[in-house]
Structures are given as structure tokens and as C-alpha cells.
């Protein structure tokens, strides 16, 4: 009996040594993350490759391998080339005047005034409003007859009603449009950045700047920028892959109009893709972000570890 019980014990024992061990246990917490990531990122992406190498299609569904027939149909369209530069004019300039607007946001947060509190809570209702229900307001804004933005524009006198901009019909004006909304969604999501940024800054670090004499604009441009960097470009990076492989905004503000002139990858890929039924070649427009956002993110990466060393 005594030998009976020192066999279970080591087994036990046993057991629980192999559970103990970090590589185990990190391997056991990480694998539903993975097992999900596989199953929602990874098959999705081994059909997108494996339908871009065929002719199929809606309408006839048998394989049939033709390479890289897809790609070389799809770069030599001019609505595809269009649609690329469109993606990088609507990622950019979304971003770019998000982190402007998220910067002087943040300034204005830091400063102390009745119902702060309540403001940034307030703030951050952009980011979490349901994406449909945003699109449809800014519509409305946009709208030619009914704009809220002409009406003001006619009130302050800067234009008048029969120069009034239609925002959703002029090819410039209505990229303008996206990237405002786009901005607009995006711009509390940098405040949080900034201000979680600025805030882990050490107190003397800003006092004895200003000591020295330095003013405003040198405290926030050569002091406090350079430190939060690493965390802006992090977020950054989220914004730049979120906003590239987007197409809800387009789809419900523009539908791509007017003449592809707000038409991105994400949209011109679900357009050929899922409503023209050409599989083949929407899975080879949308494999296209694929290569752009890997090159993004290495170079922000390597600019991360270059301010950090």
C-alpha cells in the first residue's frame, strides 16, 4: 500500500511539475488566441491565395490554376491603379489630420476646467458609435440640399447658395469627405494615445524645461514628442492597418463614387469579389494589401527600436 502511494505521488507530482513550467503553461494560455487568430485570419487568407491563382468564379465554380494571370490582369487596369492611389490619399490624410486633431485634443484635456471629467468621457464617443449609424449622420451633413456644413457656410457669408460645395458629388470634395469622417473617428483613439503618452512623462523633466527658458511649442516639439514617439507610432501603426484594409466608410458615405473617385482596395475587392462574382480576381485585389501593410509596419517597427536605443 505504502509502494502504491508513493507511485501515485510521483505521478502526481509529476504531473504537476510539467504544468509548473513556464513554456507549458504560456503555450497553454496562448493557444485559444492562436487557434482563433488561425481560424478567422489565417483560412480566410489560404482561400483568398488559393482562389487568386484560378479562374474562378460566381458563375463557374470549378478550379481552374492560371497563376499569376490575376495579378497581371489587375495591375494593368486603371481603375485598380486609381483605387491604390486612393487607398494611400484616404489612409494618410485620414491619419495625418487625426493625429493633429488628437494632439491639440490631448493639450486641451491636460489643462484644468469645470467638467474636464465629463469631456473625456464625451470624447470618446466617435470611436465607440456603431460605424453605420455615424456614416448615416455625416451623410446627412454632407447632404446637397440639406447640409448642416452649407447652411453654416451660408450663414457666415462665406459662400452663397448658388456656390454652395456638393460635397458627395465633386470627385475631390467627396475624398475630402471620407478622410474628415475617417479623421473624425480615429482622432479619440490618438487623444487616448497622446494622453497616456504625455502623462507618463516625469513632472521635472517638463518643469526643468521650462526653467532653461523653453517656451510652448519647444517643450511640445523638441521634449515631450520626441519622448512619446514610440507610443504614437505604435498607435499609429494600428491606424494605418485598420484605416488601409477599411472599406465601411466608402462603402456607406460615397458607394465608391462618384467614378471610382473615393474607391479603395478594401471596397474595390468586395465590388469585383462578392457583387460581380469574379472570386479570382477580388481575392487578387485584396491580396494586394498585403504586401504594402507588411512593408509599413517593418519600416514603423524599426523606427520604434531606433528611438528606443
Excluded: C
Aim: glycine share 8%; charged share 10%.
Amino acid at each position: 500500500m505504502v509502494a502504491l502511494a508513493e507511485r501515485l505521488q510521483a505521478r502526481r507530482s509529476r504531473f504537476e511539475f510539467v504544468f509548473d513550467r513556464p513554456r507549458v503553461l504560456g503555450t497553454l494560455f496562448l493557444a485559444p488566441a492562436i487557434i482563433y487568430v488561425l481560424a478567422l485570419v489565417g483560412v480566410p487568407f489560404l482561400l483568398a491565395v488559393y482562389y487568386s491563382l484560378s479562374a474562378y468564379t460566381v458563375y463557374n465554380p470549378s478550379y481552374h490554376f492560371v497563376g499569376l494571370q490575376n495579378f497581371i490582369d489587375v495591375i494593368n487596369s486603371g481603375v485598380f491603379r486609381r483605387t491604390l492611389a486612393n487607398t494611400f490619399i484616404f489612409t494618410f490624410g485620414s491619419q495625418i489630420l487625426g493625429l493633429i486633431l488628437g494632439k491639440f485634443g490631448a493639450l486641451l484635456l491636460l489643462r484644468p476646467f469645470p467638467g474636464r471629467k465629463i469631456v473625456r468621457a464625451l470624447i470618446i464617443l466617435p470611436w465607440v458609435v456603431p460605424i453605420a449609424l455615424a456614416t448615416v449622420a455625416w451623410e446627412w451633413m454632407f447632404d446637397s440640399l440639406y447640409s448642416v456644413i452649407n447652411w453654416t457656410l451660408i450663414a457666415l457669408g462665406i459662400v452663397t447658395r448658388t456656390d454652395a460645395p456638393n460635397w458627395l458629388v465633386d470627385p475631390g470634395l467627396a475624398m475630402l469627405s471620407v478622410i474628415v469622417v475617417n479623421a473624425w473617428r480615429f482622432f479619440p483613439f490618438a487623444i487616448v494615445i497622446f494622453l497616456a503618452g504625455i502623462t507618463a512623462i516625469p513632472q521635472d523633466v517638463i518643469d526643468a524645461a521650462t526653467v532653461d527658458g523653453a517656451g510652448f511649442w519647444r517643450r511640445n516639439y523638441q521634449i515631450i514628442l520626441p519622448m512619446i514617439m514610440p507610443i504614437v507610432v505604435v498607435g499609429l501603426v494600428f491606424g494605418l492597418v485598420f484605416t488601409f484594409t477599411d472599406l465601411s466608410i466608402v462603402y456607406l458615405l460615397t458607394n465608391g463614387g462618384p467614378v471610382n473617385a473615393t474607391s479603395v482596395l478594401g471596397f474595390e475587392g468586395f465590388q469585383v469579389g462578392i457583387i460581380s462574382g469574379d472570386v479570382a480576381h477580388g481575392a487578387a485585389i485584396s491580396l494586394f494589401m498585403l504586401p504594402v501593410l507588411f512593408i509599413l509596419v517593418i519600416v514603423m517597427l524599426r523606427f520604434i527600436r531606433r528611438q528606443e536605443i
